[in-house]
């Protein structure tokens, strides 16, 4: 088959996945992730449900893949937060308050749960760990953040604690959270020295 035949064919398939992906976003942001069904993304691309199971054998395994692009998109999204950011302190900062605003939006129920023990997941969440933990080594190594508690435990503390953000229902309360996460960065600075009697 030719080479222009065959790219020709993997850029329509590519063009599929990428519509029925859209439409379940769109589904997912209208109604929620048990409102994706077949048929409505059908509907939304005009892909009759045929060729639409040729493609994915159902509605999971396109919740599966509209996930792990939207977890993608996430990453993309943090690193490049932390690109733009100037200084240690400031980078750290960018990134926590841009995850938090993530995580505020994560959608709840058993079959969320089920999306976020994928392998895509895991590896997603390795990533963010290595992420936040480099941002946690270069703050301490510039001395703005505290230095006594390795970088990977922060990172771990970070990631369970701004996950409280999905309880969030306000701005202020989310930017409350994120500076009392920050907080447990400066506490080294605060604890008593051994010449001083816990307050």
């Known amino acids: ?9 993997e850029a329509h398939r590519t063009a599929v996945r990428h519509a029925v992906l859209d439409a379940a976003a769109a589904l997912v942001a209208d109604h929620g992730l048990t409102g994706v069904t ?29 996930h792990e692009r939207q977890v993608t998109h996430h990453l993309d999204h943090l690193h490049a937060i932390r690109d733009n950011a100037v200084g240690p ?16 939006h994560r959608q709840g129920g058993d079959l969320a749960a089920a999306l976020h023990r994928g392998d895509h997941a895991t590896e997603a969440h390795a990533r963010l ?54 907080t447990a960065f400066h506490a080294a600075a605060d604890r008593p020295t051994s010449q001083q009697a816990p307050r």
């Open 89 to 104: 302190s400031e980078r750290l900062h960018a990134v926590l308050a841009a995850y938090a605003r993530l995580s505020r």
């Open 129 to 182: 760990h290595a992420l936040l933990r480099e941002l946690i080594m270069d703050a301490a190594e510039a001395g703005q953040v505290r230095d006594d508690i390795p970088a990977d435990e922060l990172a771990a503390f970070c990631q369970h604690a701004l996950s409280a953000s999905a309880t969030v229902t306000s701005d202020d309360g989310l930017h409350r959270l994120v500076r009392l996460t920050l």
């Open 1 to 9: 088959m030719p080479r222009l035949w065959n790219d020709t064919i």
């Open 38 to 66: 077949m048929s409505g993304i059908a509907e939304l691309t005009g892909i009759g449900r045929a060729t639409l199971y040729k493609y994915f054998p159902d509605v999971e395994a396109i919740l599966l893949a509209w």
